[in-house]
């Protein structure tokens, strides 16, 4: 008797978890429209080929740099770990993580997160951390980025923070509860679409311009864990020019890494070498590049990686050109799905807005 009663208490209790799992499976975000960049982060995982090049940082990386360009014109492997408004601390932990599984000869990394100092918002958090895998890395990317009011347990158990989404729930909920499609190429974010770029707002003047103490500190822990693993780290600065980054803050980045040995390049003033035509080459009136602007962008700076680092061009290679055939057959076709829904509509239907406007 007493047995049965266990065994019914075990089950109940099994079931009672089971029901609790299915509910957060349901109630958290999907990403799968609109703002899709909630996803990108766990996508990395799902990707079972090496990288010789790792990018990590936000908007300024995956919205500008083409993987399948790397790959078809310099057979460079490459993914790019970026997230919304991911901050120097996000991309530390989020390339510690990334070294659990692979070493890359060359990590780029996009330093326009170093104008934030402290956490900016809950929302972005959650795109740098929740898809990540758990591990002292995200256990630590979570204490170092909770707002005030936010609790470590929320992460841990996410349906304590979505348990009130029921009235925003839609088709994607249910129909991507328990897998979800790949919203980027390689960490790469497609736009076709086309908005010039117009006139931005003359820069506000700063009280202080110098760089913050935290983002600082956290970009010399990225240096001394690349030097600690071999790898070559390439600072850049993106060749977009809103959010403004104002030439103080550049001599600072230029002057850390003269210090500590490193490459620092501004794409800023190099628009017009790179051939980038921002009438034509960005879909937000110059916030980010679209596709036509991030193919150019790759070319140029996979010129320069080659010409730089010890890459491998594995184009010859039978099993690296099978694995990335299909990547380039996916990004083809969502290519010419984006140009059709341009074309049928006038808008894209498969991505809305994107989260940093």
Known sequence: MKRKRFIAGLLVVALTIGCL?????????????????GSMIEEYYKDESDHEVLFIGD????????????????????????????????????????????????VVFNVLALKYDEPQSEAYNRMSIDGMRWSQSKVDNIRASMMEDENFIDYVFPLLRYHSRWSELTEDDFRHIFSKDLVTHNGYYMRVDVKPQGEFPDPTPLADYTLGEKAMSYMQKMVDLCKEKGIELVLIKAPTE???????????????????????????????????????????????????????????????????????????????????????????AMKEQQYYELETYGELKSFGANAIQ
């Open 59 to 106: 908007c300024e990386v995956y919205e500008n740099f083409s993987t399948i360009t790397l790959w078809e014109n310099y057979g460079i492997t490459s993914y790019i770990r970026g997230s919304a408004q991911q901050l120097v601390w996000n991309s530390y932990y989020l390339l510690e993580d990334a070294l659990r599984y692979e070493t890359p000869k060359v």
């Open 242 to 332: 809103f959010p403004h980054w104002y030439d103080e803050w550049d001599i600072q980045v230029a002057e850390f890494a003269k210090k500590n040995d490193v490459e620092y390049i501004n794409y800023i003033p190099l628009q017009d070498e790179i051939g980038l035509d921002m009438s034509k080459d960005t879909y937000d009136a110059g916030l980010h590049l679209n596709t036509s602007g991030a193919e150019k962008m790759a070319d140029y700076f996979g010129a320069w990686l080659t010409e730089n680092y010890d890459l491998t061009d594995y184009r010859s290679n039978e099993k690296y050109a099978a694995i990335w055939q299909e990547k380039v057959d996916f990004y083809n």
């Open 21 to 37: 799992w299915l509910l957060q499976r349901l109630l958290v975000p999907k990403y799968q429209t609109g703002i899709v960049e």
